[in-house]
């Protein structure tokens, strides 16, 4: 996205930027009429994405996730945005974000893509962040139902000491 790639960037009109570079075949893609989403050739891509891993530190790398994050909260793209706190390793905000959204992803059907997020955040880490805990337990009870007690044990305590009414009435 043109405007994502300005705000990391804090450069003006990285968009303009990326259209030239489509224009002179630059292995990058228009992914929309408006020519304000991108993609980059997958080769290119995991190029880059090298290049950045070499070249950033790991707080850096999390920083550029969290500003694409938040980018992303504020164009009201939930799953977009929890995949960018998951990548940064931000799961105080995922915990934030689930717990502001999370119903309304259920009520939109997202349950498998939210519960295959979640799934890839050890257990160890998981259990840390009471929400997300919860959410993994409801989502999987499509699934695996025998396997969600073991979440839902874990935080029914929690809330209740801390008086989260909807954590302990979910």
């Known amino acids: 996205h043109g405007d994502l790639a300005t705000e990391i960037t804090s450069?003006?009109?990285?968009?303009s930027i990326l259209s030239q570079m489509t224009e002179d075949n630059y292995f990058i893609y228009h992914l929309d009429d408006k020519?304000?989403?991108?993609?980059?050739h997958h080769f290119f891509q995991e190029f880059l994405q090298q290049r950045g891993r070499d070249r950033f530190s790991q707080e850096e790398v999390a920083k550029i996730h969290r500003q694409e994050a938040d980018f992303y909260l504020r164009k009201e793209m939930i799953e977009r945005a929890l995949t960018c706190y998951r990548n940064?390793?931000?799961f105080i905000m995922?915990?934030?974000v689930l717990k502001e959204h999370g119903m309304s992803l259920i009520a939109r059907n997202r349950n498998l893509t939210i519960l295959t997020l979640l799934q890839t955040i050890p257990e160890q880490i998981l259990f840390q962040h009471k929400w997300l805990t919860l959410y993994t337990g409801l989502l999987q009870v499509d699934f695996v139902p025998q396997k969600t007690l073991l979440f839902f044990d874990a935080v029914r305590?929690?809330?209740v000491k801390t008086g989260e009414e909807t954590?302990?009435?979910l």
């Open 35 to 40: 020519h304000s989403t991108f993609r980059f």
């Open 157 to 159: 305590d929690h809330f």
């Open 88 to 90: 940064g390793e931000d």
């Open 167 to 169: 954590g302990e009435l």
């Open 94 to 96: 995922m915990e934030k």
């Open 11 to 15: 450069v003006k009109d990285f968009g």
